[in-house]
Nanobody, 131 residues
Framework: QVQLSESGGGSVQPGGSLRLSCVAS????????VGWFRQTPGKEREGVAT???????YYADSVKGRFTISKDIAKNTLSLQMNSLKVEDSDMYYC?????????????????????????WGKGTLVTVSS
């Protein structure tokens, strides 16, 4: 049984940093399209950052230059380093993983198809950015 477990959320002031982690059991992050998504109640879940089956990374325009997604294959962990946080980054953040291999646009965070193709989701971790 696959389980994804996120941690690292919390409250921070604008300009601050947080590092989210997602540990997988029963699943290996290598050679898969995986990513981080976020959702505000009442809105659709949106892609933040993805890492495709070749290990290439992609970011939503709103977080480019501030967020970094990375895989630690040895620890089977997917991380999201978030710097220069803004109030509008406040959301529930979810780790997601696919069972298939997808590359490039097929694993782009801006595409709803990327989100809809994910097979596994964590329960989320809450990020609050406020002064």
């Amino acid at each position: 049984q696959v389980q994804l477990s996120e941690s690292g959320g919390g409250s921070v002031q604008p300009g601050g940093s947080l590092r989210l982690s997602c540990v997988a059991s029963g699943y290996a992050f290598s050679n898969r399209c995986v990513g981080w998504f976020r959702q505000t109640p009442g809105k659709e879940r949106e892609g933040v950052a993805t890492n495709d089956s070749a290990g290439r990374t992609y970011y939503a325009d709103s977080v480019k230059g501030r967020f970094t997604i990375s895989k630690d294959i040895a620890k089977n962990t997917l991380s999201l380093q978030m710097n220069s946080l803004k109030v509008e980054d406040s959301d529930m953040y979810y780790c997601a993983a696919d069972t298939g291999s997808r590359f490039g646009d097929a694993c782009a965070p801006g595409s709803p198809r990327t989100r809809d193709a994910m097979d596994y989701w964590g329960k989320g971790t809450l990020v609050t950015v406020s002064s």
